[in-house]
């Protein structure tokens, strides 16, 4: 068993200066750096069947520095964001909120959204979800020309992050 995994049985893990203790950032596509958006996958990885061994969660923790955004997508499975540091903004749907650190997001299925650095520092939030599910989608052309049309669309930034590569 390697160390990650071991560290996945674990019920602690211990933060460090730059994340937690055999984590390793990581960004949405190694292949595309410079996106400004680190992910540490905390507890638990995505799982292609439920029966597969390991947490039935999986907890994340994702840095996105100034003038940066994660990606905008959509997926069918729900999850909650809960803001650590920073300040930022949610586009969930065609709505923009500013959020502040210990704010909670509910993000439902097929919702489009993104989360965008709003201040100078990074802005880190923690993200909850199921670690069997679907892949992100990207929206289409109409849900992008209704999201430009909204006030969320003076903020989002549709192409800030490459769309995502399937993993096997």
């Not at 994340?19 to 680190?38: I, K, L, R």
């Not at 300040?87 to 965008?116: C, K, M, R, T, W």
Request: proline share 11%; net charge negative; aromatic share 8%.
């Amino acid at each position: 068993m390697c160390y990650r995994e071991a560290a996945m049985q674990q019920r602690i893990m211990r933060a460090s200066e730059h994340g937690w203790e055999g984590v390793e950032p990581a960004g949405y596509d190694p292949n595309a750096p410079g996106t400004g958006v680190a992910r540490h996958t905390i507890v638990g990885n995505r799982k292609n069947d439920p029966s597969e061994p390991g947490p039935k969660m999986e907890l994340r923790y994702f840095e996105v520095q100034p003038g940066a955004a994660s990606r905008l997508e959509k997926h069918e499975h729900e999850h909650y964001v809960v803001v650590r540091t920073g300040l930022g903004y949610a586009v969930i749907g065609d709505d923009v909120s500013e959020l502040g650190p210990n704010d909670v997001v509910y993000v439902g299925p097929l919702v489009l959204h993104q989360f965008v650095n709003r201040g100078d520092t990074p802005f880190g939030f923690y993200c909850f979800v199921d670690s069997c599910r679907d892949f992100p989608q990207m929206p289409t052309p109409e849900e992008l020309a209704r999201l430009q049309a909204s006030p969320a669309g003076t903020i989002a930034k549709p192409f800030a992050v490459p769309p995502p590569v399937k993993r096997p």
